[in-house]
């Protein structure tokens, strides 16, 4: 190529270049601060349109990917003014701590950009549904302004030693060691949890889901010396998206799981006291929170929670590896049946989970656990909380059931984690003679305690709850049955069913005129027909609240035993008309395994659980479903 021509193409480049490179590495603070103005008046506006957006930005609201425009952009009635903004100009990343009202109720938003020439690729929110946390942050105007200013330059650390000595946070709190070296505090370190100071408290409070009432008096480095926070057993998947070395301020994302195996807190005084029941089953929070450093010490904590399904994983970080080390043990074991016997199979799997204990069962080697949608490794979750289960043709509230045809295996009971009863509906697969797929979906009953109870963090009141004070009595007898002649259960009648509940009509659902049915043992006096069209008083209106159903699955179909088991997720956009109602407010996904006896081809009783999910959650099996619409 002649070098003229080299030259005219080079010059073309660089124009075409030129300005690209430049515009990336120009968001500075101002810039980046504007991007997150735009960005939150177009969220008050319901409209993403103006919003210089890349191809494939990746939004997120709680972890669960959704359209942008869908979920909290039709429900934001009003932006606050408290606005922290964290700017990092070298990551082009931004990151508000904020407050909105969304259908008028106050919460805390969240929310973190990545912006680079192409326009904004990532959008992560958190929206922390606490309107008292909401109403202090109003209260405060704005953030502390020592978070604001510009430290001297002889003053900083380095970027990558405030990330170190941030983590240095997370790796302490972590199985928190009374015993440790907290040195990494700052003398006069406080920390706000939801705008809520939780340090340095004069008043006796107590803190959090306990009823320790000295934890909040104490500092942050005389605190984690308490080794309180052990309930924490990992902190895993540890971002540090802005880091603003101008403030020596660090914008964390962390996700804190609690595996249910701790069963005493350590007092401040040595002494020990029962963990709250909240940490009876696993759980898992995720936090995103700032920091602020004086030289290398953690000055100012600003931390805002919320709780996913056990085992979550953003879809911004790449999560744990999971532990397969107890797959394709028993190599020369197989099940050897291929049919009759799965009823035993089940059984077997049931008491391997009250021994906390698989080394017993044939698994194949890529068999896969999981817990209410979340792949675990196995051994995790379950395997370490459950106590008692309920098993089928000895207690009241206990069924199996089969097929064959498909090799699976199916149990539905009661289960208790320490004191938190469960509905476990339970599905195992075997393939040649091997375990590869076993399914747990346990809707945990839960109350509002002292303390907050065992009720998942800061979700919405369900239409339909189940305190734990409530017995779910026996099961409908007509689950338990022993196998009889063969009844044909069609798998189209879930399509029916869920079709229904996503329309609030019950016109082309199969139901017999006694049928009767329960939402989390609430009966009420509803035929199954009405409840579905979400007619009378709550809590029967439960699926008059709910748009799309998704992520519809069978368990199983057992044709001798005339039961469907199936699994859905219902979602409520809380953008219905009519009055908003503190259930109704909330952009939710219900998880809603069902259990459904037919006869005769027509639905005669269903037993449904209800848990309530992030807004558009589905299960990590979603798209490799056994059915699919
Ligand atoms: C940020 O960039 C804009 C435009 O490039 C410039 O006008 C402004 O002065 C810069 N602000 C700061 C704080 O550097
Ligand atoms: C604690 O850590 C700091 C910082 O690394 C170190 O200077 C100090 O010696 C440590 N203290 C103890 C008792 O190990
Ligand atoms: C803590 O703050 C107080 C009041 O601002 C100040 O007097 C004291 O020197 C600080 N202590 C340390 C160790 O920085
Ligand atoms: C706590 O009480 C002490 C002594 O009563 C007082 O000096 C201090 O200002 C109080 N601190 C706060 C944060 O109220
Ligand atoms: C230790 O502190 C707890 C409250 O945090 C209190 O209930 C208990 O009585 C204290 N025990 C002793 C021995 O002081
Ligand atoms: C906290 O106190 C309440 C009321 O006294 C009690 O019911 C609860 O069991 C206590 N929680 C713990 C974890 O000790
Ligand atoms: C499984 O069987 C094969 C062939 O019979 C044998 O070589 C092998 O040692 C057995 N493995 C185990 C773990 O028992
Ligand atoms: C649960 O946490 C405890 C305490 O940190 C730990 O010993 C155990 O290995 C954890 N379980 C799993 C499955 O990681
Ligand atoms: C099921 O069969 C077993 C043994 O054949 C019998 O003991 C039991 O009563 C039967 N149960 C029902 C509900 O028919
Ligand atoms: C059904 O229950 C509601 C509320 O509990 C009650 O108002 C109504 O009268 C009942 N209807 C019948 C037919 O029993
Ligand atoms: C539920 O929706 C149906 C039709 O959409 C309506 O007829 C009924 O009145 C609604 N029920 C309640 C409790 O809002």
């Not at 430049?22 to 008046?41: H, I, P, V």
């Not at 969240?110 to 020439?117: E, G, Y």
């Not at 016997?341 to 021994?355: N, P, T, W």
């Not at 037993?607 to 979603?622: D, I, R, T």
């Amino acid at each position: 190529m002649p070098a003229m021509l080299l030259k005219a193409l080079a010059a073309a480049v660089a124009l075409l270049l030129g300005p690209l490179h430049a515009q990336a590495g120009a968001c500075n603070r101002t810039c980046l601060e504007g991007q997150m103005s735009d960005y939150l008046t177009a969220l008050a506006a319901h409209d993403p349109s103006p919003l210089p957006l890349a191809p494939f930005v990746l939004y997120t609201e709680n972890d669960q990917v959704i359209p942008i425009g869908n979920g909290e952009w039709q429900v934001v009635s009003s932006l606050g003014n408290y606005r922290h903004v964290f700017s990092d100009p070298q990551s082009g990343q931004v990151a508000a701590i904020t407050t909105i009202t969304e259908n008028g109720m106050g919460a805390i938003y969240i929310a973190r950009l990545k912006i680079d020439s192409g326009g904004i690729r990532e959008i992560e929110t958190q929206i922390t549904r606490d309107p008292n946390g909401a109403t202090l942050y109003e209260k405060m105007e704005k953030p502390e302004d020592v978070w604001l200013e510009a430290v001297p330059v002889e003053k900083r650390i380095s970027r990558d030693f405030l990330i170190s000595q941030t983590n240095k946070y997370y790796s302490g709190m972590q199985n928190n060691n009374p015993n440790g070296n907290y040195s990494f505090f700052d003398k006069n370190c406080s920390r706000l949890e939801q705008a809520v100071q939780t340090t340095n408290l004069n008043r006796s409070t107590p803190y959090s889901h306990s009823n320790d009432t000295v934890f909040s008096s104490l500092g942050c480095e005389a605190q984690i010396q308490t080794g309180f926070l052990g309930f924490v057993t990992s902190i895993r998947d540890r971002m540090f998206p802005v880091v603003d070395e101008e403030r020596q301020v660090v914008f964390a994302i962390t996700t804190l799981d609690h595996n249910g195996t701790v069963r005493f807190l350590r007092d401040a005084n040595g002494t020990t006291s029962p963990i709250p029941a909240y940490f009876d089953i696993p759980r898992t929070l995720q936090a995103m929170e700032g920091f602020r450093l004086n030289g290398d010490k953690l000055f100012r904590i600003e931390m805002n929670l919320i709780e996913l399904p056990y085992g979550s994983i953003s879809p911004f970080r790449p999560g744990p590896a999971l532990d397969r080390s107890g797959a394709g043990n028993n190599q020369n074991t197989t099940i050897p049946c291929n049919g009759g016997c799965l009823d035993g199979v089940v059984v077997q799997v049931l008491h391997a989970l009250e021994a906390h204990d698989y080394s017993s069962l044939p698994l194949a080697a890529g068999v896969r656990y999981s817990e209410n949608g979340q792949f675990l490794a196995l051994g995790d979750g379950l395997w370490e909380t459950i106590g008692p289960i309920a098993m089928p043709g000895v207690d009241g509230y206990a069924a199996r059931f089969s097929d064959p045809s498909s090799g699976t295996a199916a149990y539905w009971g009661l289960t208790m984690e320490h004191t938190t009863p469960g509905v476990l509906a339970l599905r195992v697969k075997v393939d040649n003679g091997k375990i590869n797929e076993i399914e747990a979906i346990d809707v945990r009953a839960e109350s509002s305690g002292p303390r907050y109870g065992t009720t998942t963090l800061m979700r919405p009141p369900l239409p339909v709850e189940w305190p734990a004070d409530r017995s779910l009595g026996k099961l409908d007898s007509s689950f338990q049955g022993n196998q009889t002649s063969f009844t044909d259960v069609r798998p189209r009648l879930s399509l029916l069913y869920f079709n229904g509940m996503e329309l609030h009509s019950s016109l082309t659902i199969p139901f017999a005129s006694g049928c009767l049915r329960r939402d989390n043992g609430f009966q009420g006096n509803l035929s199954c027909a009405a409840q579905i069209e979400g007619n009378g008083p709550a809590p029967n209106g439960l699926y008059n609240l709910t748009s799309t159903v998704h992520d519809v699955r069978i368990l199983v179909t057992d044709s001798k035993r005339g039961v469907l088991m199936a699994v859905a997720m219902v979602d409520s956009t809380a953008t219905s008309p009519g009055p908003m109602s503190a259930t109704k407010r909330i952009p939710s996904t219900y998880m809603v395994p069902q259990l459904i006896k037919v006869t005769d081809g027509v639905i005669t009783r269903v037993e449904g659980m209800v848990k309530w999910m992030p807004f558009g959650y589905n299960s990590a099996w979603s798209g490799e479903a056994t059915f699919s619409r």
